[in-house]
């Protein structure tokens, strides 16, 4: 049998009782940094969360607050929308009153305009009817009219005149 060299003897043993005493000395130590390392990325992982839910909470307020927005804002554009209906109804109505009165006065115009043209043509006419019986009158009293029967017509126009001027004015 040959002789096994001793437990010290083999360079193994050495390797492993070395790796042995290296975690005994400086494992505690590195335990400890190790373990550090993990709590600062815990520690970091735990905070990027927070962050996140703050700003997920944070988000879900803006969108509460977007939306009482928008509705806020559908509702001011729907009262915009039926008032400028009722204003365009109520300027609609305003603008057919007003035609009907401005109709209303040109036809009341054009009427007084006809009745003026007419009491004008009358007013020809008999200008025209009396010089016509001007014209005829002074033609049959230079004809046939004698000095006295001139006077008793020019009496007799002369008393029946305040009647007709009174006729006149009543007309």
Not at 13 to 19: E, K
Not at 119 to 132: G, I, N, Y
């Amino acid at each position: 049998m040959q002789d096994e060299p001793s437990f010290f003897a083999e360079p193994r043993n050495w390797v492993v009782l070395a790796f042995i005493l290296f975690f005994i000395l400086f494992g505690k130590k590195l335990w400890g940094a190790l373990a550090a390392m993990l709590d600062a990325r815990a520690a970091s992982v735990r905070a990027e969360m927070d962050e996140a839910a703050r700003l997920k909470s944070e988000a879900e307020a803006m969108l509460k607050d977007a939306e009482a927005a928008r509705a806020k804002a559908l509702t001011d554009a729907k009262l915009l929308i039926e008032g400028a209906a009722a204003e365009a109804a109520r300027v609609a109505e305003a603008t057919r009153t007003e035609a009907e009165a401005s109709a209303a006065r040109r036809e009341q115009m054009a009427l007084d305009r006809i009745a003026a043209a007419q009491k004008q043509a009358v007013d020809e006419v008999r200008t025209a009817a009396a010089e016509l019986a001007t014209i005829a009158a002074r033609q049959v009293i230079a004809e046939g009219l004698s000095l006295e029967s001139s006077n008793a017509l020019i009496d007799q126009a002369i008393a029946q005149l305040p009647s007709a001027l009174a006729a006149r004015r009543a007309a």
